[in-house]
């Protein structure tokens, strides 16, 4: 079992940044390929983000592709998303996620990957 627990959600206004966090506990977080994805209100849930185990490897959504920055720290056991330029379109629950299936194999972008899921944090943008 994994247990994942975002944070650093918030209200900013447009043009601003945040830094969310996720914490992870449980089953050995420098095996897991992790992803972050968000569901803004009256849609399905999106992919943002997704990075290997070790951090070598990212892929983005076209959408924040130059403004969001998806890292982790192995030894915190932690993933981070800093999101820059923030746009009211960014308004979401954002939520991170863990694979422990190979980052190289399958679909990152792919919510279905995806066996352990955290409880998610708003992020609300104001223009």
């Known amino acids: 079992q994994v247990q994942l627990v975002e944070s650093g959600g918030g209200l900013v206004q447009a043009g601003g940044s945040l830094r969310l966090s996720c914490a992870a506990s449980?089953?050995?977080?420098?095996?897991?390929?992790m992803g972050w994805f968000r569901r803004a209100p009256g849609k399905e849930r999106e992919f943002v983000a997704a990075v290997s185990w070790s951090g070598g490897s990212t892929v983005y959504a076209d959408s924040v592709k130059g403004r969001f920055t998806i890292s982790r720290d192995n030894a915190k056991n932690t993933v981070y998303l800093q999101m820059n330029s923030l746009k009211p379109e960014d308004t979401a629950v954002y939520y991170c996620?863990?694979?422990?299936?190979?980052?190289?194999?399958?679909?990152?972008?792919?919510?279905?990957?995806?066996?352990?899921w955290g409880q998610g944090t708003q992020v609300t943008v104001s223009s």
């Open positions: 449980g089953r050995t977080f420098s095996n897991a390929a």
């Open positions: 996620a863990a694979r422990f299936t190979s980052y190289y194999s399958g679909n990152n972008r792919n919510d279905k990957e995806y066996a352990y």
